[in-house]
């Protein structure tokens, strides 16, 4: 039973479980540390005037007449029954509402990570080719402004270039799904997706060229070379080949932060992904909202991370056998 217990997938799993429970009590009290709340942002101004027994039915009807410990529980209740909460402001339950916005994350994120290892995989391993060289600065030189760069002032700039220069903005048509337009819907992708995929290109390049130049100087790529193994061969079968797993690594973890942290290009871009979903939850203090969908977010980021895992031992076998 002991054995059983501490095998790896039941560490995982369990460590998974605990990481959920932490980000569900986290956002949960720090909702609550925000000034304000539901009856205020709802009625504005007017809430001044509500006497105190329409307050107390409004605090019924929103459960905020309970302990902070009875309203958490009764949210996670809810969560296994499979009710994610209401939104009034939207007049649709939660579950919908993210059903409806991940689609639309999840494009994004995956238009990113291709841009972000069409730019950064290449990059990288030109830099790692000859280290202290022009290529080499250039390489760094992109990582340093990809880094450098916020995400809002490259979005901004791009969309005022493509509106004045091109008379182009698609972003102001409205939303058009994928199955719907896809044309359109790849025309309003493009822009936010390499907004984030060059902010992603530059830790995906800076661990290229580390993992490059670490595999580079073991024995068995100096025996490659002695035997005559031609550049191009060498460098994709066996250099990168054994450098895959930082990058894998690194590759999961910037996709599991680009489920959640997209939130500031989805708005600039007027995206409904779940990020801007959050973001409106928040203004309108709905709780019940951004509660459920950053507790979505966080089991997709564990999603990804175990699927990474799992990626890099198919990928090394050493990972496999220790």
Do not use: C
Request: hydrophobic fraction near 55%; charged fraction near 15%; aromatic fraction near 8%.
């Amino acid at each position: 039973m002991r054995r059983l217990l501490s095998s790896p997938p039941l560490r995982r799993l369990g460590g998974a479980v605990m990481t959920l429970a932490g980000v569900a009590a986290a956002v949960f009290l720090m909702l609550r540390a925000i000034p304000g709340d539901q009856i205020t942002a709802a009625y504005g101004t007017e809430a001044a005037a509500l006497s105190p027994e329409q307050r107390a039915a409004l605090e019924a009807y929103y459960g905020m007449d309970q302990p902070l410990i009875a309203q958490f529980f009764t949210w996670i209740g809810a969560i296994f029954t499979g009710n994610l909460g209401y939104s009034s402001r939207a007049q649709q339950s939660v579950l919908d509402m993210t059903l409806q916005a991940l689609p639309v994350t999840l494009e994004l994120a995956i238009l990113a990570i291709v841009i972000a290892l069409v730019v950064g995989i290449p990059i990288g391993m030109l830099a790692a080719s000859r280290t202290d060289s022009i290529r080499d600065w250039f390489g760094q030189g992109v990582g340093l402004a990809g880094l450098g760069i916020p995400a809002f002032l490259l979005a901004t700039t791009l969309l005022g270039i493509a509106a004045q220069a091109w008379a182009f903005n698609p972003n102001g048509l409205g939303y058009a799904r994928l199955w719907e337009d896809p044309l359109l819907n790849l025309q309003q992708m493009l822009m936010p997706a390499v907004v984030l995929g060059f902010g992603i290109a530059a830790p995906i390049m800076r661990t290229t060229r580390t993992a490059v130049l670490e595999v580079s100087g073991l024995d068995f790529i100096r025996t490659a070379k002695a035997k005559g193994v031609p550049p191009r061969r060498l460098q994709r079968r066996h250099i990168l080949r054994n450098a895959l797993v930082p990058i894998v690594t690194m590759t999961g973890m910037q996709f599991g932060y680009l489920l959640g942290g997209a939130v500031v290009v989805e708005q600039i871009f007027s995206l409904p992904g779940v990020g801007r979903q959050v973001l409106l939850g928040i203004n309108q203090k709905e709780y019940a909202v951004v509660q459920s969908t950053v507790l979505v977010i966080a089991l997709l980021f564990v999603v990804v991370n175990l699927l990474t895992d799992l990626l890099y031992r198919r990928i090394d076998p050493r990972v496999r056998a220790a």
